[in-house]
């Protein structure tokens, strides 16, 4: 696609913001525009059923899009972009040994990703991961997030009900920084212990002994390495639009209307914004765009990098 200079007239933040720099795509997969570099798991509820495999509503399992591992589910609904958890010991997923190994052990020394809803403030185990992975996750004491599968440090944030997409980098097993929503959260002290396992639940306990997950999951990415602030605010922005976040705000008029003097919209890396479109700042003047906004739902992703002016 031809890159269009800014036209002069426009605005002063349109005249110094958009740049010439990303090319922009219609995907055939939203999920292919998540950072793919250490990606080594991919689970999500719109392509559960795999890798180029049509959304399956009737699954028994949940298949990643990296290798093909597979939570085997037991009283959990298949929605059309999420997996739906009763609150109850009989309403999980579990991930074999093996499969553990190869994926969240992985992940130990890397990022785990994780979008999901609660349908309560309970103390609730979202998943549980090995002991030797030191993963695991869920709402604690309503301000928190234990995120460590033995004593270790906690990630100060309050999830409530809303959709989430939260992002925790490790280090040997221990949560060394997280982000919520797209902002810094505190990684704190904490004592939350979950007892010794080897496999993968989601949905509850290894031991189903308590605190099951009420609410939906609608993703959970796994990386063999810390991703950068700028990739983990890109995946969030991306978990924005495909999850239909309240917050994605439309096209400001200064990037693309007023129209320009021949009729045409401020081109931004190509892209024409037009209204109705959405977008998300992500971060160091990146923002991520989908067009058209509701016609064809998050078919068609647009990124743009704009200089000399904040988005």
Known sequence: MTVRPAFP????????AVAAALASASLASPTSQYVQDGLVAFWDGVENAGAGVAHDASASTWKDLVGGKEFSLTGVTV???RMTFAGTQSSYGTLSEADTAATFELAK????EIVYAAASTANQVLLQSSTASGIAFGPYNKTYLFVCNVNAPIVTFTSGTATNSVSV???AG????AAANGAPVTVSSGNYWSGANKTTIIGTRTSKAGNAFSGSIYSIRLYSRQLTADEVAANHALDRFR???PDCDAVPAEVGIPASATGENVPVAGFHPAPGDKWAPVANGT???TAPAE???FADFRQARVTGGTL
Not at 9 to 16: K, Q
Not at 174 to 177: D, G, M
């Open 9 to 16: 007239h426009v605005s002063a933040l349109a005249c110094t």
């Open 79 to 81: 929605n059309a972009d």
């Open 109 to 112: 020394t890397g990022t785990v």
């Open 169 to 171: 980098r490790y280090a």
């Open 174 to 177: 221990k949560p060394q920084s």
């Open 243 to 245: 999850r239909a976040y």
């Open 287 to 289: 923002a991520l765009f």
């Open 295 to 297: 016609a064809i739902r």
